[in-house]
């Protein structure tokens, strides 16, 4: 089955159960022909990128340019069609099904996709009279965009689209300090030329190095609001910290607007956790056999402690996100909640009597419903 946004109908809402798939939508092929239609896809030799990471949905991907020795946190990311804009043929032979839901750079790399992108990086970057250059002269979160994937990915067509709207969305450092008052304490700022990306871990996170030590950088290429919605809250916290919730933001990462000369707030620096989430330390430590039970109830204890810190009085405030890649491990094995947007999740994820909820709305307003079966339910 080629997983896309298309098919959600029918494999996440209640709305399977009165659907019935097509041919097309059940067809899987993974034959040698079938991949041979894109000829040789290995790597480059030396290539030019490398990409960290998936955005998701298999049509965003977070690339680091290895032809330049210090590399801004410019978020230039690399965009593809969605797989419900591709014929079955293609999502199938670049294996966008499994990409659709793959991130981590390790699993990336088994994916005919991500070769079939360095080899168009590589020719369209071959063709640039300087690479260097032209990575320096673009502005935050400029998009390399393909348009199409034919089948020699030389020949890919690739645009470069600047998303001067973003630049001139930034708040300044004065503009937040009226927006939230004299009560939240800014820190200090840091320039984004003095920052050096070290590798983008998430679409939202990359490892970054500022005067030798190591952080983690928190910056969006859309919906910024959420960024400085994350901000106030973390600084709101931070006057009365807690040992498992992320600590204060260091630095307020700053870039020279374009639009009338203004520096705007593009991110913020944070403590990096190196050890990761619980997402991927618990399988490994089950596979290892040092998972131990006490580790486990120490840190439940300590999640309750946390959520518990969050909902108090003190703050009034709520987290609607708790999942395993959400919260990390310190040096000491301690968890620390991150992820402070709001920004809101799938219904899914909510309490079951308020997601029943949404499935019979979801039931009364689908047009893919026969009218008889609204009417069996009560939903017409």
Known sequence: MNINLGIIDLIAHPTAGFLL???S???HDTSDSQASQFGDLSPPESPRWRIDCSGGLGSHYLVYPLFMTRVPPLRIDVFIPTSDNLSSDICESLDLGLA??????ERLKHLRIHDYLLQALQAWTDRLPNPGEWYDSQIFGTRIILDDLPKDPATAPIKVAPMHFLEASFHSVASLRDLWGPEVLLPDTVDFRDIHVKQQIQDSISIVEVGGVVYA???VTNF???MYHELHILLTLSKHPHPNIISRPVKLVTKRSPFGGTHGVVGFLIEYHSAGSIRDVLPKRRIDKTLKLEDQIRWAQQLTSAVSHIFSSRFGLYYPDLRCENILLSQDDNIIMVDFEQRGVWCEFSAPEVNAIEYIRILAKSDKID??????????
């Open 25 to 27: 939508t059940l067809r």
């Open 371 to 380: 009218e008889q079966w609204k009417a069996i339910m009560c939903l017409g």
């Open 224 to 226: 910024i609001k959420f």
């Open 217 to 219: 950088m928190k910056a």
């Open 21 to 23: 798939p097509s041919h």
């Open 100 to 105: 659709f839901h793959t991130r981590d750079p």
